[in-house]
């Protein structure tokens, strides 16, 4: 059982649309972050969430995190070809807090 | 500041060698992380160093070991090579010690490990 989910797997939309991933799970958090990994590269640290109902704002990429700690959410307004990536949800577990576990990711395309 | 590079980028071995990879993390960081990348499973953990100390290790068999070095610098090795050992192996590095709710951890272009 996977501890992160994330939907939709596979995006694909047009240059200037809207979107939204998910990253979902039953177990409670005391933060979450996401990632974007572009082809070729590491993952880079977009926004990490600390407090329930948290909003952060990135530009275009707004982040939200559930009340209750357990889901997260990314949206993208109008969409650009530099946002198609690797989106990923991440979340601190293990003893000590040293590993991070990671959701498969929604892979997004852009076309212009 | 340089960032996370990791050597060599790209490796093909065959069943039954072994590998090892390095990394160098950010000056000044402390703390290094591996973790495995492939299509089926994503992203997964495989083990923390600190201080020349392993703190965690992920879900893997003993086929796959690292250390870290006094200057920092870690390795990781995979004895035994699989198919399924076809991976992208990333290393990442931190400041921060233990003690907080997060870290941030930069991550290197990875090494893409092919076995034949």
């Known amino acids: 059982t996977q501890l992160l989910e994330q939907s939709p797997q596979f995006l694909s939309i047009q240059e200037g649309e809207n979107l939204t991933v998910y990253c979902n799970s039953s177990s409670v958090f005391s933060s979450l972050q996401w990632y974007r990994q572009e082809p070729g590269e590491g993952p880079v640290l977009l926004v990490t969430v600390v407090t329930g109902g948290e909003v952060k704002k990135l530009k275009r990429l707004t982040f939200q995190f559930g009340d209750a700690r357990k889901d997260s959410s990314l949206h993208i307004t109008a969409a650009q070809p530099g946002d198609t990536g690797l989106y990923l949800c991440a979340v601190f577990s293990g003893a000590g807090s040293y590993q991070l576990t990671f959701g498969k990711g929604t892979k997004l395309s852009v076309i212009p | 500041k340089a960032g996370v590079t990791q050597t060599p980028r790209y490796l093909i071995k065959t069943r039954g060698q072994q590998v090892t990879l390095s990394c160098s993390p950010i000056s000044g960081h402390r703390s290094v992380s591996w973790y495995q990348q492939t299509p089926g499973q994503g992203l997964q953990f495989l083990f923390e160093y600190f201080s020349e100390t392993q703190r965690n290790k992920g879900n893997f068999p003993g086929r796959f070991s690292g250390r870290q070095f006094s200057n920092s610098r870690s390795e990781m090795n995979v004895s035994t090579l699989e198919l399924g050992d076809s991976a992208l192996y990333l290393c990442?590095?931190?400041?921060?010690?233990?003690?907080?709710?997060?870290?941030?951890?930069?991550f290197g272009p990875g090494t893409r490990l092919t076995v034949l």
């Open positions: 990442a590095s931190s400041r921060n010690p233990a003690g907080l709710t997060y870290n941030e951890q930069f």
